[in-house]
């Protein structure tokens, strides 16, 4: 449905989502199966899941001029859209075990699988159908390549490096080099850096 707080939901606020990876597209048709909405997915801004609705999640592009808010029928639902949204960008690693190859290192090594689907390999899959009553099925084509970037394992090491930085009132110091000595570059995944009495007046 789409998400909004002012007014009850009625026909007109269903929607579907179609994340295609072989396009590399979001779709969001009407009710009637007809497309409103289409973008590309490497203009992907934003996908959000609300941290007070299991239900709900958001959608920003670069191409829109508003983010879209979305209520889904369920928790699960949500889940399944916002996993299957985010593994359409090639910067994210999905778990698939049976896609990985076997040469990939164990402990968080990753590596691009192209599925292809051209031509003879397209294949024709019983999807959930939007549009009529729960239970119905369609027939659903899917042609095209795609690539994703596959892992073994579910979870990986993050490394964390943490710091604060006591300012005393004074403007941050124009040379970064001289923070490097406090702040190891390129050493962390990750770099959380917390600043206190930073505010000063310009000469």
């Given at each position: 449905?789409?998400?909004?707080?002012?007014?009850?939901f009625?026909p007109?606020?269903?929607?579907i989502?179609?994340?295609d990876?072989f396009a590399?597209?979001f779709?969001?048709?009407?009710?009637?199966?007809?497309t409103r909405?289409?973008?590309?997915?490497?203009?992907l801004?934003?996908l959000e899941r609300n941290?007070?609705?299991?239900?709900?999640?958001?959608l920003?592009?670069f191409?829109a001029?508003?983010s879209?808010?979305?209520l889904f029928?369920?928790?699960?639902?949500?889940?399944?859209?916002?996993?299957t949204?985010?593994?359409?960008r090639?910067?994210?690693r999905v778990?698939?075990?049976?896609?990985?190859?076997p040469?990939t290192a164990?402990?968080?090594g990753s590596?691009?699988?192209?599925?292809?689907?051209?031509k003879?390999?397209a294949v024709?899959?019983?999807?959930?159908?939007?549009?009529?009553?729960?239970?119905e099925?369609?027939?659903?084509e899917?042609?095209?390549?795609?690539m994703?970037?596959s892992?073994k394992v579910?979870?990986e090491p993050?490394s964390v490096?943490c710091?604060?930085?006591?300012?005393c009132g004074s403007p941050p110091p124009?040379d970064?080099?001289?923070?490097?000595s406090?702040?190891?570059k390129?050493?962390y995944?990750?770099?959380?850096?917390?600043?206190?009495e930073?505010?000063?007046?310009?000469?």
């Amino acid at each position: 449905l789409k998400w909004n707080p002012n007014k009850a939901f009625g026909p007109a606020d269903r929607r579907i989502w179609v994340v295609d990876h072989f396009a590399k597209s979001f779709y969001c048709l009407d009710a009637k199966g007809k497309t409103r909405k289409q973008h590309d997915a490497n203009k992907l801004l934003q996908l959000e899941r609300n941290v007070m609705d299991p239900r709900r999640a958001r959608l920003m592009f670069f191409d829109a001029a508003k983010s879209y808010e979305i209520l889904f029928p369920s928790n699960d639902e949500r889940e399944r859209f916002y996993e299957t949204g985010s593994s359409i960008r090639p910067a994210i690693r999905v778990y698939a075990p049976s896609l990985t190859k076997p040469d990939t290192a164990v402990d968080g090594g990753s590596t691009t699988t192209t599925i292809d689907g051209t031509k003879e390999n397209a294949v024709v899959q019983k999807v959930p159908s939007p549009f009529k009553k729960t239970g119905e099925l369609l027939d659903r084509e899917l042609r095209g390549r795609c690539m994703i970037n596959s892992s073994k394992v579910q979870d990986e090491p993050v490394s964390v490096w943490c710091g604060t930085f006591n300012m005393c009132g004074s403007p941050p110091p124009r040379d970064s080099s001289s923070l490097e000595s406090w702040m190891p570059k390129g050493k962390y995944d990750l770099y959380a850096v917390c600043t206190q009495e930073c505010s000063y007046q310009k000469k």
